[in-house]
C-alpha cells in the first residue's frame, strides 16, 4: 500500500498534468459590469431598478434622510452594522430551497425556551405580537442569533421578501465584529429614530439588501437577499432587527413593546 | 517606490471606488477563481457564470473587506458560495471530471521511453480514481493538490471551517489509497 506522503508526492506531480478548461478573460467583462449603472443579468432585477429610478427622481428632494455622496461609502452606525450606499444593487444569491428556516437562513428550528437556554441575555418578544409563530437559533454570531418568525397577524401583510408578517433577529451587543450588512440603492431611505431612550434607525422604501458575517466578520454571500423595510435598535446593549412589510409606526410600536 | 502594487494596495484602491485597480484584481485572480469554481461546479460554463457573477458581487461588497484580511480567501468564498448556488440549482448537476493535458496522456503519438509511458499510465489511472471519489473528497483533493490553496483558502472555497479541511482531506487520502491498493495493477 502506497504511503499517504508517496500519495501526496504523486498528487503533486499529477497538477501538472492537469488539463483545465481555458480561463475566460473576466477582468474586462467585469470592469464593463461594474462601470455600467444599468446593465443586471436579470430581467425582474432591471425592471425593479427601472422603478426605483422612478422613485429617486421623485424622493431626491428630500426623502433620503442618510445620503452619503459616493456610490460606496461603508458607515458605521454602532450596532454592528455596515450600511453602503450603492448606485446599483447586487443581484441576490438565489434563496435555497426548503423550509423556511433553510430559505432566510434563521437556523435551526427550536422553541423560545430552548433559545433563552443557550444565549446570555432575556430574549425580548413585542408585547403587540404576542408569542411567536416559530423560533431558530444558530450560532453564527459569537454569542448566537435568535431569530422570532410572525407568519401572519391581523392588520400585517405578509412580506413579499421573506413570505412570512415580522421577522425579528436578535444578537448580543457584545458581537465586536461588523455583523449586519446592508446595501441601499437610490430607492431606500435611513432615518434616526428614539425607541425608549435607544437609538435606532428605520430604513424602507424599495427593498434593500441585507446580508450577514460569519464568526470572523467575514461576509457571507449567500445570505445576500432582498429585505423588506426594517427597524435596527439597540436595545439596551441587544441588536434587534424587525423585518416586515410595516409602516414606521408599526415598526415603532412593536419595538416599544419589546420586553 | 515604483513597483508591481501589492494585493492590498489595490483592495484600499479598489474601496475608494478606483475600478482599475480591481480590473488588476480580477486579472490576477481569474484562474484561480475559475478553476475553483469549475472544481465545485464541474462545469466550465457554470464556472465561467459563477466567477463572473462572484466577482461583481465582491466589488459591490468591498466595503465588507476588512483591510489588512487575505484577499484570497475572501475573494474565493465569494466566488465558491456563487458556483455553489448554481451547482445546487435544479437538473443542472455536472461531476467534476479532470483531464489529463494530451501530452500526458498514455499511448499518445509522440514515442517515449518506457518509463515515461508508465508514469503516464499511473497518473491516467490515478486521475481516474480520483475521479471516482464523492464529491466531497474530489473538491477537497482538488483544492489542496491541484489548486494549490492554502488550508484557509480551501475552507474559504468550500464553505467549512479549516480544522474540517484538515480532516476531510486525511479521510480524502485515506480512500484514495485504499482504491490505489485495490487497484490490480498496485
Keep these: 500500500m502506497p504511503e499517504i506522503a508517496e500519495l501526496e508526492r504523486t498528487l503533486d506531480l499529477l497538477r501538472e498534468a492537469i488539463e483545465w478548461p481555458a480561463t475566460p478573460p473576466l477582468a474586462g467583462r467585469i470592469t464593463a459590469r461594474i462601470t455600467a449603472p444599468a ?8 425592471s425593479r431598478w427601472a422603478l426605483a429610478a422612478v422613485v429617486v427622481l421623485l424622493a431626491i428632494a428630500g426623502l433620503i434622510a442618510y445620503t452619503p455622496s459616493r456610490d460606496a461609502i461603508a458607515s458605521w452606525i454602532n450596532l454592528h452594522t455596515s450600511i453602503t450606499r450603492v448606485n446599483q444593487l447586487p443581484t441576490p444569491s438565489p434563496l435555497p430551497s426548503g423550509p423556511l428556516g433553510k430559505r432566510l437562513g434563521l437556523g435551526e428550528p427550536t422553541t423560545l425556551a430552548a433559545a433563552q437556554a443557550k444565549v446570555g441575555w432575556e430574549i425580548l418578544v413585542p408585547a403587540t405580537l404576542g408569542r411567536p409563530d416559530e423560533v431558530y437559533f444558530q450560532l ?28 425579528i433577529t436578535e444578537v448580543s451587543g ?6 449586519f450588512g446592508k446595501m441601499l440603492g437610490q430607492g431606500t431611505t435611513i432615518q434616526d429614530v428614539t425607541v425608549n431612550g435607544h437609538q435606532g434607525w428605520w430604513i424602507s422604501g424599495e427593498p434593500h439588501e ?50 | 517606490m515604483e513597483g508591481r502594487p501589492t494585493d492590498g494596495d489595490l483592495f484600499t484602491r479598489a474601496q475608494r ?8 484584481i480580477v486579472r490576477r485572480y481569474q484562474e484561480v477563481a475559475f478553476r475553483t469554481a469549475y472544481v465545485i461546479t464541474g462545469s ?27 484577499p484570497r480567501p475572501w475573494l474565493l468564498r465569494i466566488v465558491a458560495n456563487e458556483a455553489r448556488n448554481r451547482a445546487r440549482s435544479a437538473g443542472r448537476r455536472h461531476q467534476l471530471e479532470l483531464r489529463l493535458a494530451e501530452r500526458f496522456r498514455p ?18 489511472r490515478l486521475l481516474a480514481y480520483v475521479n471516482g471519489l464523492s464529491e466531497e473528497d474530489r473538491q ?47
Design chain 1, 39 to 46: 446593465q443586471a443579468s436579470r430581467a425582474w432585477f432591471q
Design chain 1, 140 to 167: 453564527d454570531a459569537p454569542s448566537g442569533e435568535v431569530n422570532l418568525v410572525y407568519k401572519s397577524r391581523n392588520g400585517l401583510k405578509t412580506s413579499g421578501q421573506t413570505g412570512v408578517a415580522v421577522l
Design chain 1, 174 to 179: 457584545n458581537v465586536d465584529t461588523n455583523y
Design chain 1, 210 to 259: 441585507v446580508f450577514f458575517a460569519d464568526a470572523n466578520g467575514n461576509f457571507r454571500s449567500e445570505t445576500l437577499r432582498l429585505a423588506s423595510n426594517t427597524l435596527l435598535i439597540d436595545e439596551g446593549g441587544i441588536i434587534v432587527r424587525i423585518e416586515g412589510d410595516l409602516t414606521k409606526t408599526q415598526a415603532l410600536e412593536m419595538a416599544a413593546s419589546l420586553s
Design chain 2, 17 to 24: 471606488g478606483d475600478k482599475v485597480a480591481y480590473e488588476e
Design chain 2, 44 to 70: 466550465s460554463a457554470d464556472a465561467e457564470d459563477a466567477a463572473q457573477e462572484g466577482l461583481v458581487k465582491a466589488y459591490r461588497a468591498l466595503a465588507t473587506f476588512r483591510t489588512g484580511a487575505e
Design chain 2, 107 to 124: 499511448g499518445d503519438a509522440a514515442p517515449s521511453p518506457e518509463a515515461a509511458a508508465v508514469a503516464a499510465e499511473d497518473r491516467s
Design chain 2, 140 to 186: 477537497v483533493i482538488a483544492s489542496r493538490y491541484f489548486l494549490e490553496l492554502s488550508g484557509e483558502e480551501a475552507a474559504a472555497a468550500l464553505g467549512i471551517p479549516e480544522g474540517t479541511v484538515k480532516s476531510r482531506l486525511s479521510r480524502a487520502l485515506a480512500r484514495l489509497r485504499e482504491r490505489v491498493e485495490e487497484s490490480p495493477h498496485a
